[in-house]
Protein backbone atom coordinates (compact mmCIF):
# COMPACT_ATOMS: atom_id res chain seq x y z
CA UNK A 1 0.00 0.00 0.00
CA UNK A 2 3.06 2.34 0.75
CA UNK A 3 3.96 3.42 -2.90
CA UNK A 4 4.18 7.09 -2.44
CA UNK A 5 4.40 9.86 0.17
CA UNK A 6 2.28 11.87 1.38
CA UNK A 7 1.95 15.32 0.17
CA UNK A 8 1.51 17.45 3.23
CA UNK A 9 4.33 17.55 6.25
CA UNK A 10 3.07 15.79 9.59
CA UNK A 11 2.14 18.64 12.06
CA UNK A 12 2.02 17.70 15.79
CA UNK A 13 0.14 18.74 18.48
CA UNK A 14 -3.20 19.08 16.66
CA UNK A 15 -6.36 19.72 18.37
CA UNK A 16 -9.32 16.93 17.39
CA UNK A 17 -11.12 19.34 14.81
CA UNK A 18 -7.38 20.00 13.35
CA UNK A 19 -6.67 16.81 12.66
CA UNK A 20 -9.83 15.79 11.02
CA UNK A 21 -9.60 18.79 8.64
CA UNK A 22 -5.81 18.12 7.51
CA UNK A 23 -6.99 14.24 7.06
CA UNK A 24 -9.93 16.59 4.90
CA UNK A 25 -7.19 18.99 2.92
CA UNK A 26 -4.96 15.78 1.93
CA UNK A 27 -7.82 14.12 0.34
CA UNK A 28 -8.81 17.20 -1.41
CA UNK A 29 -6.39 18.31 -2.64
CA UNK A 30 -6.05 14.66 -4.65
CA UNK A 31 -9.33 16.05 -5.92
CA UNK A 32 -8.53 19.47 -6.51
CA UNK A 33 -11.47 20.70 -4.78
CA UNK A 34 -12.31 24.38 -5.26
CA UNK A 35 -11.16 26.37 -2.39
CA UNK A 36 -14.88 27.46 -2.08
CA UNK A 37 -16.53 23.86 -2.25
CA UNK A 38 -13.88 23.46 0.33
CA UNK A 39 -14.93 26.06 2.76
CA UNK A 40 -18.31 25.09 2.20
CA UNK A 41 -17.76 20.96 3.35
CA UNK A 42 -15.61 22.32 6.03
CA UNK A 43 -18.03 24.46 7.83
CA UNK A 44 -20.72 22.73 10.17
CA UNK A 45 -24.76 23.69 9.30
CA UNK A 46 -25.40 24.57 12.90
CA UNK A 47 -23.47 23.89 16.61
CA UNK A 48 -25.03 24.14 19.92
CA UNK A 49 -23.90 24.81 23.59
CA UNK A 50 -26.55 24.53 25.57
CA UNK A 51 -26.60 24.98 29.61
CA UNK A 52 -27.87 21.86 31.65
CA UNK A 53 -29.03 22.75 35.23
CA UNK A 54 -30.33 19.50 37.04
CA UNK A 55 -30.75 19.29 41.00
CA UNK A 56 -28.72 16.71 42.31
CA UNK A 57 -29.90 13.27 44.67
CA UNK A 58 -28.27 15.39 47.40
CA UNK A 59 -30.35 18.61 46.61
CA UNK A 60 -27.59 20.49 44.73
CA UNK A 61 -27.86 22.35 41.92
CA UNK A 62 -25.56 21.89 38.92
CA UNK A 63 -25.13 23.24 35.69
CA UNK A 64 -23.34 20.77 33.02
CA UNK A 65 -22.93 22.05 29.29
CA UNK A 66 -24.27 20.25 26.12
CA UNK A 67 -23.19 20.85 22.90
CA UNK A 68 -24.64 19.42 19.21
CA UNK A 69 -22.73 19.73 16.13
CA UNK A 70 -25.09 19.38 12.44
CA UNK A 71 -22.25 19.37 10.24
CA UNK A 72 -23.82 18.45 7.01
CA UNK A 73 -26.73 17.46 5.64
CA UNK A 74 -26.10 17.46 1.65
CA UNK A 75 -27.14 13.28 1.28
CA UNK A 76 -29.87 13.01 4.19
CA UNK A 77 -30.86 13.38 7.62
CA UNK A 78 -27.59 14.01 10.15
CA UNK A 79 -26.81 11.07 12.63
CA UNK A 80 -24.27 10.88 14.95
CA UNK A 81 -23.73 10.13 18.34
CA UNK A 82 -24.30 11.33 22.12
CA UNK A 83 -21.30 11.00 24.11
CA UNK A 84 -20.91 11.83 28.16
CA UNK A 85 -17.33 12.23 29.19
CA UNK A 86 -15.10 14.40 31.41
CA UNK A 87 -13.03 15.71 27.97
CA UNK A 88 -16.30 16.57 26.08
CA UNK A 89 -15.95 20.09 24.27
CA UNK A 90 -16.83 21.59 21.44
CA UNK A 91 -13.66 21.04 19.55
CA UNK A 92 -13.73 17.38 20.00
CA UNK A 93 -17.32 17.27 19.17
CA UNK A 94 -17.15 19.20 16.06
CA UNK A 95 -14.31 16.76 14.67
CA UNK A 96 -16.79 13.72 15.59
CA UNK A 97 -19.48 15.48 13.38
CA UNK A 98 -17.65 15.96 11.09
CA UNK A 99 -16.08 12.23 10.90
CA UNK A 100 -19.85 11.23 10.86
CA UNK A 101 -20.07 12.95 7.40
CA UNK A 102 -17.45 11.36 5.94
CA UNK A 103 -18.22 8.17 7.74
CA UNK A 104 -21.91 8.06 6.44
CA UNK A 105 -20.96 9.02 3.11
CA UNK A 106 -17.72 6.12 2.83
CA UNK A 107 -20.18 3.17 3.47
CA UNK A 108 -22.99 5.03 1.33
CA UNK A 109 -25.97 5.22 3.18
CA UNK A 110 -28.01 7.89 3.40
CA UNK A 111 -27.17 10.07 6.33
CA UNK A 112 -25.00 13.26 6.84
CA UNK A 113 -22.84 13.96 9.99
CA UNK A 114 -23.52 15.24 13.36
CA UNK A 115 -22.78 14.60 17.59
CA UNK A 116 -23.18 15.30 20.48
CA UNK A 117 -22.05 15.21 24.18
CA UNK A 118 -22.31 16.33 27.70
CA UNK A 119 -19.42 17.50 29.85
CA UNK A 120 -19.21 15.17 32.83
CA UNK A 121 -18.04 11.69 34.42
CA UNK A 122 -21.07 9.65 34.06
CA UNK A 123 -19.60 7.51 36.98
CA UNK A 124 -19.80 10.11 39.46
CA UNK A 125 -23.89 10.33 39.37
CA UNK A 126 -26.33 7.87 39.88
CA UNK A 127 -29.17 6.49 37.56
CA UNK A 128 -31.94 9.09 38.49
CA UNK A 129 -29.65 11.86 37.94
CA UNK A 130 -28.53 10.56 34.65
CA UNK A 131 -31.96 10.40 33.80
CA UNK A 132 -32.33 13.68 34.62
CA UNK A 133 -29.63 14.99 33.18
CA UNK A 134 -30.38 13.22 30.07
CA UNK A 135 -34.41 14.88 29.70
CA UNK A 136 -32.86 18.61 30.59
CA UNK A 137 -30.49 18.00 27.70
CA UNK A 138 -33.52 17.13 25.40
CA UNK A 139 -35.53 19.77 26.46
CA UNK A 140 -32.93 21.76 25.05
CA UNK A 141 -32.34 20.45 21.67
CA UNK A 142 -35.45 18.62 20.68
CA UNK A 143 -36.60 21.05 18.44
CA UNK A 144 -33.70 20.31 15.56
CA UNK A 145 -33.55 16.57 16.34
CA UNK A 146 -35.70 13.94 14.91
CA UNK A 147 -36.11 11.12 12.38
CA UNK A 148 -36.03 13.80 9.04
CA UNK A 149 -33.45 16.36 10.67
CA UNK A 150 -30.80 14.70 12.89
CA UNK A 151 -31.38 11.18 15.20
CA UNK A 152 -28.68 10.62 17.99
CA UNK A 153 -27.22 7.31 19.30
CA UNK A 154 -25.13 6.21 21.65
CA UNK A 155 -21.40 6.45 22.16
CA UNK A 156 -18.96 6.74 25.01
CA UNK A 157 -20.22 7.02 28.07
CA UNK A 158 -24.07 6.12 26.99
CA UNK A 159 -25.70 3.52 26.56
CA UNK A 160 -29.32 1.88 25.15
CA UNK A 161 -30.85 3.03 28.18
CA UNK A 162 -30.18 6.76 27.65
CA UNK A 163 -31.54 6.26 24.23
CA UNK A 164 -34.83 5.28 25.85
CA UNK A 165 -35.07 8.50 28.10
CA UNK A 166 -33.79 10.43 25.00
CA UNK A 167 -37.00 8.68 22.73
CA UNK A 168 -39.44 9.32 25.43
CA UNK A 169 -38.15 12.91 26.36
CA UNK A 170 -38.45 13.64 22.56
CA UNK A 171 -41.67 12.42 22.29
CA UNK A 172 -43.22 14.65 24.61
CA UNK A 173 -42.87 17.16 22.17
CA UNK A 174 -43.29 15.34 19.29
CA UNK A 175 -45.87 12.09 19.43
CA UNK A 176 -44.96 8.66 18.71
CA UNK A 177 -41.70 8.16 16.75
CA UNK A 178 -39.50 5.66 17.81
CA UNK A 179 -37.13 6.33 14.60
CA UNK A 180 -36.12 10.01 16.32
CA UNK A 181 -32.91 7.89 17.87
CA UNK A 182 -31.35 4.51 17.15
CA UNK A 183 -29.51 2.66 19.54
CA UNK A 184 -32.28 1.57 21.62
CA UNK A 185 -32.77 -1.94 24.23
CA UNK A 186 -34.51 -4.36 21.23
CA UNK A 187 -37.49 -4.50 23.62
CA UNK A 188 -38.21 -0.57 22.81
CA UNK A 189 -38.09 -0.72 18.87
CA UNK A 190 -34.03 -1.02 18.96
CA UNK A 191 -32.13 -3.16 16.07
CA UNK A 192 -30.89 -6.97 16.84
CA UNK A 193 -27.13 -6.72 16.46
CA UNK A 194 -26.95 -3.20 17.45
CA UNK A 195 -24.90 -3.60 20.46
CA UNK A 196 -22.54 -5.58 18.48
CA UNK A 197 -22.26 -3.80 15.18
CA UNK A 198 -19.18 -1.63 15.67
CA UNK A 199 -16.62 -4.44 16.96
CA UNK A 200 -18.07 -7.08 14.39
CA UNK A 201 -17.65 -4.72 11.31
CA UNK A 202 -14.69 -4.09 12.47
CA UNK A 203 -13.77 -7.59 13.06
CA UNK A 204 -15.44 -8.03 9.53
CA UNK A 205 -12.96 -5.51 7.76
CA UNK A 206 -9.85 -6.55 9.55
CA UNK A 207 -10.53 -10.36 7.82
CA UNK A 208 -11.33 -8.59 4.36
CA UNK A 209 -7.52 -6.52 4.34
CA UNK A 210 -6.07 -9.45 5.71
CA UNK A 211 -7.72 -11.45 2.80
CA UNK A 212 -6.46 -9.05 0.50
CA UNK A 213 -2.81 -8.78 1.76
CA UNK A 214 -2.71 -12.77 1.94
CA UNK A 215 -2.54 -13.09 5.53
CA UNK A 216 -4.50 -16.06 7.26
CA UNK A 217 -6.33 -15.24 10.33
CA UNK A 218 -4.88 -18.27 12.24
CA UNK A 219 -1.42 -16.60 11.23
CA UNK A 220 -2.00 -13.15 12.75
CA UNK A 221 -1.43 -11.95 16.67
CA UNK A 222 -4.21 -9.75 17.56
CA UNK A 223 -3.51 -6.83 20.47
CA UNK A 224 -7.16 -5.20 21.18
CA UNK A 225 -6.98 -1.43 23.50
CA UNK A 226 -10.28 -1.80 25.22
CA UNK A 227 -12.41 -4.20 26.12
CA UNK A 228 -15.63 -2.01 25.98
CA UNK A 229 -18.56 -2.64 23.87
CA UNK A 230 -16.09 -1.85 20.82
CA UNK A 231 -13.65 -4.13 22.12
CA UNK A 232 -15.18 -6.94 23.23
CA UNK A 233 -17.06 -7.70 19.74
CA UNK A 234 -14.29 -7.22 18.05
CA UNK A 235 -12.77 -9.76 20.13
CA UNK A 236 -15.86 -12.13 20.28
CA UNK A 237 -15.45 -12.13 16.17
CA UNK A 238 -11.93 -12.57 15.96
CA UNK A 239 -11.97 -15.22 18.40
CA UNK A 240 -14.17 -16.89 16.37
CA UNK A 241 -12.92 -15.89 13.31
CA UNK A 242 -9.55 -17.97 14.75
CA UNK A 243 -7.39 -15.25 14.97
CA UNK A 244 -4.91 -15.62 18.19
CA UNK A 245 -5.68 -12.75 20.65
CA UNK A 246 -2.39 -12.26 23.24
CA UNK A 247 -3.89 -8.89 24.61
CA UNK A 248 -6.66 -6.70 25.56
CA UNK A 249 -7.27 -4.33 28.00
CA UNK A 250 -9.71 -2.13 29.56
CA UNK A 251 -9.72 0.87 32.14
CA UNK A 252 -8.26 -1.56 34.41
CA UNK A 253 -5.03 -1.94 32.75
CA UNK A 254 -3.49 -4.58 29.85
CA UNK A 255 -3.89 -8.27 29.61
CA UNK A 256 -1.06 -10.64 27.98
CA UNK A 257 -0.88 -14.45 27.28
CA UNK A 258 1.35 -15.24 23.99
CA UNK A 259 -0.02 -18.26 23.20
CA UNK A 260 -3.36 -16.47 23.02
CA UNK A 261 -6.12 -15.55 25.50
CA UNK A 262 -9.14 -17.65 25.90
CA UNK A 263 -11.60 -14.57 24.90
CA UNK A 264 -14.96 -16.58 25.83
CA UNK A 265 -13.82 -16.78 29.72
CA UNK A 266 -12.40 -13.06 29.04
CA UNK A 267 -16.34 -12.09 28.47
CA UNK A 268 -17.74 -14.11 31.00
CA UNK A 269 -15.41 -12.60 33.85
CA UNK A 270 -15.88 -8.94 32.41
CA UNK A 271 -20.04 -9.27 32.28
CA UNK A 272 -19.74 -10.93 35.51
CA UNK A 273 -17.69 -8.14 37.33
CA UNK A 274 -17.86 -5.26 34.99
CA UNK A 275 -14.52 -5.43 33.82
CA UNK A 276 -11.12 -7.24 33.91
CA UNK A 277 -10.31 -6.56 36.83
CA UNK A 278 -8.98 -9.60 39.07
CA UNK A 279 -8.80 -11.37 35.90
CA UNK A 280 -5.82 -13.95 36.80
CA UNK A 281 -5.35 -15.96 34.13
CA UNK A 282 -3.16 -13.58 31.76
CA UNK A 283 0.25 -11.68 32.74
CA UNK A 284 -0.54 -8.01 33.73
CA UNK A 285 0.68 -5.28 31.25
CA UNK A 286 0.17 -1.69 30.85
CA UNK A 287 -2.38 -0.01 28.35
CA UNK A 288 0.96 1.70 26.74
CA UNK A 289 2.80 -1.25 26.42
CA UNK A 290 0.09 -3.21 24.62
CA UNK A 291 0.01 -0.73 22.16
CA UNK A 292 3.98 -1.75 21.69
CA UNK A 293 3.44 -5.27 21.65
CA UNK A 294 4.96 -7.11 18.58
CA UNK A 295 1.67 -8.32 16.96
CA UNK A 296 0.57 -8.99 13.15
CA UNK A 297 -2.83 -6.66 14.78
CA UNK A 298 -3.78 -3.98 16.81
CA UNK A 299 -7.20 -2.18 17.23
CA UNK A 300 -6.91 1.09 19.14
CA UNK A 301 -10.53 0.50 20.16
CA UNK A 302 -10.76 2.87 23.31
CA UNK A 303 -10.18 6.81 23.40
CA UNK A 304 -8.50 9.20 20.92
CA UNK A 305 -4.51 10.11 20.42
CA UNK A 306 -3.99 6.85 21.88
CA UNK A 307 -0.77 6.60 19.57
CA UNK A 308 1.13 10.00 19.33
CA UNK A 309 4.38 11.85 17.98
CA UNK A 310 5.91 10.04 21.60
CA UNK A 311 5.23 6.35 21.56
CA UNK A 312 4.71 5.99 17.62
CA UNK A 313 8.83 4.71 17.50
CA UNK A 314 7.48 2.10 20.00
CA UNK A 315 4.57 0.98 17.84
CA UNK A 316 5.46 -2.61 16.19
CA UNK A 317 1.97 -3.98 14.54
CA UNK A 318 2.09 -4.21 10.66
CA UNK A 319 -1.61 -3.62 10.52
CA UNK A 320 -3.79 -1.19 12.59
CA UNK A 321 -7.22 -1.05 12.61
CA UNK A 322 -9.03 1.94 14.08
CA UNK A 323 -11.72 0.91 16.34
CA UNK A 324 -11.83 3.92 18.21
CA UNK A 325 -12.30 7.68 16.48
CA UNK A 326 -9.10 9.75 16.22
CA UNK A 327 -6.67 7.08 17.60
CA UNK A 328 -3.78 8.48 15.74
CA UNK A 329 -2.32 11.44 15.44
CA UNK A 330 -1.84 13.14 12.23
CA UNK A 331 1.72 12.82 12.96
CA UNK A 332 2.17 9.47 14.02
CA UNK A 333 -0.08 8.84 11.07
CA UNK A 334 2.53 9.61 8.52
CA UNK A 335 5.52 8.08 10.01
CA UNK A 336 3.45 4.41 10.34
CA UNK A 337 2.96 5.03 6.45
CA UNK A 338 5.98 6.16 5.93
CA UNK A 339 7.14 3.01 7.79
CA UNK A 340 4.97 0.53 5.46
CA UNK A 341 2.01 -0.06 8.20
CA UNK A 342 -1.52 -0.24 6.58
CA UNK A 343 -4.45 1.85 8.58
CA UNK A 344 -7.33 0.71 8.10
CA UNK A 345 -9.03 4.56 9.15
CA UNK A 346 -12.17 4.95 11.53
CA UNK A 347 -14.00 6.26 8.69
CA UNK A 348 -14.70 2.92 7.53
CA UNK A 349 -13.00 0.57 10.39
CA UNK A 350 -15.87 1.18 12.66
CA UNK A 351 -18.56 2.39 10.17
CA UNK A 352 -20.71 -0.82 11.60
CA UNK A 353 -22.80 0.70 14.08
CA UNK A 354 -23.88 3.85 12.24
CA UNK A 355 -24.94 0.84 9.62
CA UNK A 356 -26.68 -0.59 11.78
CA UNK A 357 -28.32 2.55 13.43
CA UNK A 358 -29.36 2.91 9.82
CA UNK A 359 -31.20 -0.75 9.78
CA UNK A 360 -32.72 0.42 13.04
CA UNK A 361 -33.80 3.53 11.23
CA UNK A 362 -35.17 2.00 8.59
CA UNK A 363 -37.34 -0.78 10.75
CA UNK A 364 -38.58 1.96 12.79
CA UNK A 365 -39.68 4.02 9.91
CA UNK A 366 -41.45 1.02 8.33
CA UNK A 367 -42.60 -0.55 11.50
CA UNK A 368 -41.00 -4.08 10.53
CA UNK A 369 -38.52 -6.02 12.21
CA UNK A 370 -35.73 -7.71 11.01
CA UNK A 371 -33.96 -11.25 12.73
CA UNK A 372 -30.45 -11.24 13.56
CA UNK A 373 -29.22 -13.35 10.62
CA UNK A 374 -30.49 -10.39 8.04
CA UNK A 375 -29.00 -7.78 10.14
CA UNK A 376 -25.46 -9.50 9.83
CA UNK A 377 -25.97 -10.10 6.32
CA UNK A 378 -26.47 -6.62 5.46
CA UNK A 379 -24.27 -5.03 7.42
CA UNK A 380 -21.66 -7.34 5.63
CA UNK A 381 -22.65 -6.64 2.72
CA UNK A 382 -22.27 -2.57 2.91
CA UNK A 383 -18.80 -2.91 4.51
CA UNK A 384 -17.41 -5.41 1.65
CA UNK A 385 -18.48 -3.11 -0.73
CA UNK A 386 -16.99 0.12 1.26
CA UNK A 387 -14.03 -1.48 1.61
CA UNK A 388 -13.69 -3.15 -1.52
CA UNK A 389 -13.98 0.54 -2.96
CA UNK A 390 -11.74 2.24 -0.64
CA UNK A 391 -9.03 -0.49 -1.36
CA UNK A 392 -9.42 -0.07 -4.98
CA UNK A 393 -9.49 3.92 -5.41
CA UNK A 394 -5.92 3.58 -3.01
CA UNK A 395 -4.80 1.61 -5.61
CA UNK A 396 -5.90 3.60 -8.23
CA UNK A 397 -4.33 6.59 -6.79
CA UNK A 398 -1.16 5.46 -4.89
CA UNK A 399 -2.63 7.02 -1.89
CA UNK A 400 -3.19 5.64 2.03
CA UNK A 401 -6.25 3.47 2.65
CA UNK A 402 -7.39 6.99 5.12
CA UNK A 403 -6.71 9.74 1.87
CA UNK A 404 -9.00 7.12 0.09
CA UNK A 405 -11.68 6.79 2.10
CA UNK A 406 -11.77 10.82 2.36
CA UNK A 407 -12.00 10.78 -1.14
CA UNK A 408 -15.11 8.33 -1.64
CA UNK A 409 -16.80 10.38 0.66
CA UNK A 410 -15.66 14.34 -0.28
CA UNK A 411 -16.76 13.02 -3.62
CA UNK A 412 -20.47 11.83 -2.65
CA UNK A 413 -20.87 14.74 -0.55
CA UNK A 414 -19.78 17.10 -3.42
CA UNK A 415 -22.24 15.58 -5.97
CA UNK A 416 -25.14 15.57 -3.38
CA UNK A 417 -24.62 19.28 -2.87
CA UNK A 418 -24.58 20.07 -6.49
CA UNK A 419 -27.51 18.23 -7.08
CA UNK A 420 -29.06 20.14 -4.18
CA UNK A 421 -28.34 23.25 -6.17
CA UNK A 422 -24.79 24.40 -5.29
Same mark, same amino acid.
Given at each position: ?109 ? /??? +?? *????? !????? #?? &? ?125 ? /??? +?? *????? !????? #?? &? ?150
Amino acid at each position: MNTAVLDHPPVPHLKPNEAVQLYFERAADKLDLHESFRRLLRTPRRELTVEVPVELDDGRLETFIGYRVQHNNARGPMKGGLRYHWEVDLDEVRALASLMTWKTAVVNIP /YGG +AK *GGICL !DPRAF #SR &KELNRITRKFVDQIHEVIGPDKDIPAPDMGTNAETMSWIRNQWEKYHGFNPACITGKPVEDYGAKGREEATGRGAGILTFKLLKRLGRRPTDCSVAIQGFGNVGSHAAKFMHESEFKIVAVSDITGG /YYR +AE *GLDIP !DMLRH #SL &KHGSLQGYTDAESISNEQLLALDVEVLVPSALGNVIHERNVDQIRAKYIIEGANNPISPYADQQLYDNGVVILPDILANAGGVTVSYFEWVQNRQYYSWDLNRVRQQLESILTTAFEEVWQEAHDHHVSLRTAAFMIAIRRVKRATELGGF
